[in-house]
């Protein structure tokens, strides 16, 4: 589509660390520890690290191909069954040996291609990681303040049911209410206390998963100091699809492997044609090493092989890459589905979130002025 359906089509350019948005200097450093010291992003790391290697191993394949050559040798022989007669041979050599392949059809430079495309992909992998980690480790810090404010909420409810129970059971004493009232606000007291262990567990269980996502052990990890909820800006204006698709890593790294696996194809298809190889040798050769120096030979030589028989591997090979292709191109395709129902979902999500707080904040006001009114009441003894 043109747009997103929540959308005006506004182009925008968000920036990637939006945690910095939050304002909070305790959660940028944690942020900054996990993208340091997480062990998935360490192990990502040492995928782009192998995939470079890869990458310049197969580029290794478009240059000539050198090697040094030294040999020594020495002989001896008997002529007579007597033995009294004996040859001596020694032979010295030092020389180069190099190869070449003319790339007639493009084998060589596919192979090439489909490396460097595998590697942008494992870039984009690492990418996509990086966000993952820096949103579990906002979404685990927030999840820790908020259990640390629902715990003082608790602790307050819970003083004011003792407050009430007190009352209760003083309007008992004086026969003005019954011994229902008193076990009905014991209940209340007992159940604001059964929460408070399981909001406690919740933020000890938090704090784990945080110490983990940062490379540490639980233990390791300090206590989160009492924080608020970082107030939440105005909703971001989301672009048009091809822009927020082109900036997901994940979409990207799709693409990749689909462009990898198209030259895999190609070079599949040039492997089952006549290739040119080119080799050539040169060096020194003497009897003696002090005349290693006087001799020289030079060798140039050029090859041409085709396959004729190979039990139908190489057509096998073809089949298999044109499957892979396919394969690819509809993980793509998955992908750009997966990215366009995730925004969706989170500008749906953003606005109806939005509107259910908008509605709560009414609905606190409106309690609000009935407390109000009910301490009026209650101070002129209705």
Do not use: C
Request: glycine share 6%; charged share 20%.
């Amino acid at each position: 589509p043109a747009t997103y359906s929540l959308s005006e089509g506004l182009t925008s350019n968000p920036q990637q660390q939006w945690w910095h948005e939050f304002s909070n200097s305790q959660l940028d450093s944690l942020v900054d520890k996990a993208l340091a010291q997480n062990l998935s992003l360490r192990a990502h790391w040492a995928r782009l690290e192998r995939a470079s290697a890869t990458s310049r191993k197969a580029g290794s394949t478009l240059l000539p191909e050198i090697a040094g050559d030294g040999t020594a040798s020495y002989t001896k022989s008997g002529s007579d069954e007597d033995g009294t007669s004996s040859t001596e041979v020694q032979r010295y050599s030092l020389g180069l040996v190099a190869s070449y392949e003319l790339d007639l059809w493009g084998r060589v430079r596919a192979g090439k291609r489909s490396a460097d495309y595998v590697l942008l992909a494992t870039r984009e992998d690492l990418n996509a990681a990086a966000m993952t980690v820096a949103a579990e480790v906002s979404r685990r810090w927030i999840g820790i303040v908020a259990s640390q404010e629902e715990k003082q909420l608790l602790l307050k409810q819970l003083d004011t049911n003792k407050t009430y129970l007190e009352l209760t059971e003083l309007r008992f004493r004086k026969s003005l209410a019954s011994a229902v009232d008193v076990l009905q606000q014991q209940q209340l007291v007992e159940r604001i206390q059964s929460q408070i262990p399981l909001v406690e567990l919740r933020a000890q269980l938090l704090h784990n998963e945080l110490a983990v996502l940062t490379g540490q052990m639980p233990q390791q990890l300090e206590n989160i100091a009492k924080q608020t909820l970082p107030t939440l800006e105005s909703q971001p204006v989301p672009g048009v699809p091809v822009q927020l698709l082109q900036n997901r890593p994940d979409i990207r790294a799709a693409l990749s492997r689909l462009q990898a696996a198209d030259q895999n194809l190609l070079v599949a298809k040039a492997d089952r044609l006549p290739a040119i190889r080119l080799t050539g040798s040169g060096g020194y050769n003497g009897a003696k090493i002090d005349q290693i120096f006087d001799n020289w030979l030079l060798n140039l030589a050029g090859s041409l092989t085709a396959p004729l028989l190979d039990g139908g591997r190489r057509k096998a090979e073809v089949d298999s890459a044109t499957a892979t292709v396919q394969e690819q191109l509809s993980l793509y395709h998955q992908a750009v589905l997966n990215g366009v129902m995730e925004v969706e979902g989170a500008l749906v999500r953003e606005e109806k979130t939005r509107e259910h707080i908008l509605r709560a904040k009414q609905q606190l006001t409106a309690a609000q002025v009935t407390l109000q009114e009910a301490r009026a009441r209650y101070m002129n003894g209705l």
